[in-house]
């Protein structure tokens, strides 16, 4: 069903009429609720759905510039702790406050003294923190795919959201001069944002270059003019004079990758990540001319900042660059301090730089002289969130190389860290983590070291701690516990059986040989189904712990990312293969029954049955997909949401979704189809029921007409937000999906969340 502006709706019996004009719209799905819950149609709500998507291809079709913030269908977004690795920061030189940006979130460290910052409030965003600018006790945000965000940090332990703006890209990069923002939004180029009222930011204009791998990635101002880093795109000018018509000026190829962009005097400094540093004279803007170069072909170049006659420039594998350039044609290395994990961003201080380190957090380091730089302070960051489980009111989440963390979320609102345990050394990084009981398992491998197998107590979720662990071999990935054996899979081919019920002394029992790298395994009764790479599923027969055997496998359309199984059914994840379904209720002659095509990179599947969740991780079209499986051989998908980064795992328990989203932390989601119920009304008329709802698209009142008898409105949530009597009367609704339930008609079906 296609409803556009001005559309009148009459229903008899399952018959539906209506008029169309102007634009379509998305606003609400109460039309489309119209046709399967008043109108006596049996409609499920997979039907709807499948409207309701119809509908959505058409208005992208009809605005494609529109889009913004994260899309979504009948799935919701709750909450976040979206901390991972350091990416920005920026500095506040008044109170001596450093903002460390964390994967999604912020911390906000009183740097007084530099050798011992102490955290003193975070920040939680919604996208991940790809730029920060701090200015006039505001603190600008550029949040990739969560677009600007604007905080007051008046007070510095209560920092206030005032706002956010969803550009149409992906925010990556900010400059704010007198009443504006400008973002370096990706692939949407420049974008102008009004912030005279920080509390509602309005975009007057955007400027953009299409074409492959153009994206701009930073900005720098002065005068009348924006400076841009673009990627592919090398070097642009933009003139700003009027912020509603924005346009460019000049521009000058680079060899490779424009990511940085520093201004000093009539000179910008470009980073180009794989070339090194390029000077620009800019003093003729509509014509910038390359003046000096500093080649770094063995290093790479991530950002750049200028004070006084040096440049620091973030060169990630190698840490801190200092170059020299009081001759800015000629700029020579001063110094390289090298950081222990990848330097992305920097920001100078007076006598000290800033250095953003991925997983190993913020290094202060002091360069008062810039030919010795000493490191001299560091605050800890977490790491890439690479898998969930929950138990009871806590999720778990294997954060690589910071370890295990413990995440209360009796208010799924308001996720809290109440505990966590970290490995200092050797196999650190923790890949997955299943919770049995009063133990979490949790697989650890790092370069170069054998994977450990290690049971952590977690009776006191508060205080985890190591009771035993089991050193492997080889290299392991993925885990499945079941009774008193953990199943862990190996690079190499091969999963290996250990017994765990001495929880304080695993030891190795049993182990199958693979041809194929198995990267995946979910263990049921006496089988054990492995994903590989290559080799579709493998089924091993586990029943001798001791000897497990592999009894057949089944091919996948791709190498699979991930398997769940559930009921008769393995349900697995194939990357861009798409999601394929095995019925396994036969272990040993497993057969494919259902398959659909994921539109980009299907890597992470849990099942809560009938729903089935798919992680795609394609950037920069991230989603969670949410798929109808109450028909293994015919599974459609019914909702989706957006997700700020890829979702590498993730947990369920009723209608909350636990996704480990790579570097952005635990998300939290709900599905909004869990609870819904579906029953026929008994009490029938055979009264002909019309309606009238405009206008359409909807505004924020919108007006219901029914001639006859009573219409209940409900929100997904099975609130009662409104009875539509006899004639005509305004009811405030904003855009989202509501229910129908009318009294007195032919045998109707309705819907009605819980």
């Not at 001639?707 to 904003?734: C, E, F, M, Q, W």
Request: aromatic share 10%.
């Amino acid at each position: 069903m296609r409803c556009k502006k001005g559309a009148k709706i009459a229903l008899s019996g399952t018959k539906m009429k209506q008029t169309m004009s102007n634009k379509l719209s998305l606003a609400l799905l109460i039309i489309v609720g119209l046709k399967g819950v008043i109108s006596g149609a049996h409609t499920s709500a997979a039907d709807v759905t499948k409207e309701r998507n119809e509908l959505r291809e058409l208005n992208e079709h009809n605005f494609p510039e529109e889009k913004a913030g994260f899309d979504s269908l009948n799935t919701r977004f709750v909450s976040n702790w979206p901390f991972g690795r350091c990416g920005a920061v920026a500095y506040d030189s008044i109170r001596d406050i450093v903002f460390m940006g964390s994967g999604g979130g912020i911390y906000v460290l009183d740097i007084s003294d530099p050798m011992s910052p102490t955290e003193v409030a975070e920040i939680r965003t919604r996208g991940l923190v790809e730029g920060l600018l701090y200015k006039q006790s505001k603190l600008y945000v550029a949040s990739g795919k969560g677009g600007l965000e604007i905080w007051d940090v008046t007070q510095i332990n209560v920092p206030l959201k005032l706002s956010s703006y969803f550009t149409p890209g992906q925010a990556y990069g900010i400059a704010v001069v007198g009443q504006y923002a400008y973002v370096a939004d990706g692939d949407h180029g420049l974008r102008v944002i009004d912030i005279s009222d920080p509390t509602a930011p309005q975009e007057t204009g955007g400027c953009y270059t299409s074409g492959n791998n153009y994206r701009a990635l930073d900005v720098a101002v002065a005068g009348q003019y924006a400076y841009l880093a673009y990627d592919r795109g090398g070097f642009r000018v933009v003139a700003i004079s009027d912020p509603a018509n924005p346009f460019e000026v000049g521009s000058y190829n680079i060899p490779d990758w424009a990511v940085g962009v520093a201004l000093a005097g009539s000179y910008a400094y470009l980073a180009d990540y794989f070339e090194g540093i390029f000077v620009m004279d800019i003093s003729d803007p509509s014509d910038p001319t390359e003046i000096g170069h500093y080649d770094t072909t063995d290093l790479l170049t991530k950002d750049i900042v200028i004070s006084d006659s040096y440049a620091y420039i973030a060169a990630y594998d190698n840490g801190l660059l200092i170059l020299d350039i009081s001759d800015p044609s000629a700029p020579n290395k001063v110094s390289l301090y090298n950081t222990p994990c990848l330097a992305v961003e920097v920001a100078v201080v007076e006598s000290n730089a800033y250095v953003a380190d991925s997983w190993e957090g913020l290094r202060v380091i002091d360069i008062s002289n810039p030919s010795t730089p000493v490191e001299i302070g560091y605050h800890a960051t977490l790491d890439s969130a690479r898998r969930t489980a929950v138990s009871g009111s806590y999720v778990y989440i294997a954060d690589c190389a910071a370890g295990l963390r413990v995440i209360d979320v009796l208010n799924p609102l308001n996720p809290i860290e109440i505990g966590f345990y970290k490995i200092s050394d050797g196999a650190k990084c923790v890949s997955d983590v299943v919770v049995s009981g009063s133990y979490a398992y949790v697989v650890c491998e790092w370069f170069g070291y054998p994977t450990v197998l290690r049971v952590i107590d977690i009776s006191d979720p508060s205080n985890p701690t190591e009771v035993g662990h089991y050193t492997t071999s080889g290299i392991g990935y993925r885990l499945a516990v079941v009774n008193s054996y953990a199943y862990v899979t190996e690079w190499s081919g091969g999963l290996r059986v250990i017994d765990i019920s001495d929880p304080t002394n695993p030891a190795e029992i049993g182990y199958c040989g693979l041809l194929r790298t198995a990267t995946s395994v979910a263990a049921v009764n006496a089988y054990a189904y492995v994903g590989t790479i290559g080799g579709g599923l493998r089924v091993i027969d586990v029943s001798e712990p001791s000897d497990p055997v592999e009894v057949a496998y089944c091919g996948t359309p791709g190498d699979v990312a991930d398997v769940a199984v559930s009921g008769p059914c393995a349900y697995v994840a194939c990357g861009g293969g798409g999601l394929t379904i095995i019925d396994i209720s036969d272990p040993e002659n497993p057969t494919e029954i259902g398959y659909c095509d994921a539109p980009h990179l299907a890597s992470s599947v849990a099942v809560s049955e009938p729903y089935l969740y798919v992680g795609d991780c394609w950037v920069p079209l991230e989603k969670l997909r949410v798929m109808d499986v109450s028909d293994p051989s015919n599974p459609f998908e019914i909702g989706f949401y957006d997700t700020p980064g890829g979702v590498n795992g993730m947990a369920v328990a009723g209608s909350h979704i636990y996704a480990a989203d790579c570097n952005v932390g635990l998300q939290i989601y709900e599905n909004l189809l869990v609870g819904v119920e579906e029953r026929e009304r008994l009490e029938t008329t055979n009264e002909k029921l019309e309606i009238e709802v405009y206008p359409n698209p909807f505004s924020t009142v919108t007006t219901i007409q029914r001639p006859a008898a009573s219409i209940h409105i409900y929100d997904p949530t099975g609130r009662r937000i409104g009875t539509v009597k006899s004639n005509t009367i305004g009811i405030n609704l904003k855009p989202g999906i509501y229910f129908l339930k009318s009294e007195g008609c032919e045998s109707i079906k309705i819907i009605k969340v819980k």
